[in-house]
């Protein structure tokens, strides 16, 4: 089954390759959609695809790459669009 989930990270989440992690672990499990930092330092994130691995993403962004320090993850369960091709960092 296809999912949506919309997701916001807490913590040491910027300036440590948060995003170019979250890239690479969910193009290798076959997510699309987009992660970008905010400006009041938490890291935003719009995930597409199967749910399990929609989940595997989720898990990782609970854990973050070397160096990040997340204290919590808000997921927002929406409704599956399909309008990804890929998955990209937004500047």
Known sequence: MK???HV???G???GVFFRATT???ARKWGVNGWVRNLPDGRV???FEGE???VRRLIEFCKRGPPGAKVTHVDVIWEEYKGEFE???IIY
């Open 23 to 25: 890239r690479r672990e």
């Open 12 to 14: 040491v989440v910027q």
């Open 3 to 5: 999912v949506r989930a």
């Open 44 to 46: 935003e994130a719009v």
């Open 86 to 88: 890929d998955f990209n």
């Open 8 to 10: 916001f990270i807490s």
């Open 51 to 53: 749910e399990e691995a």
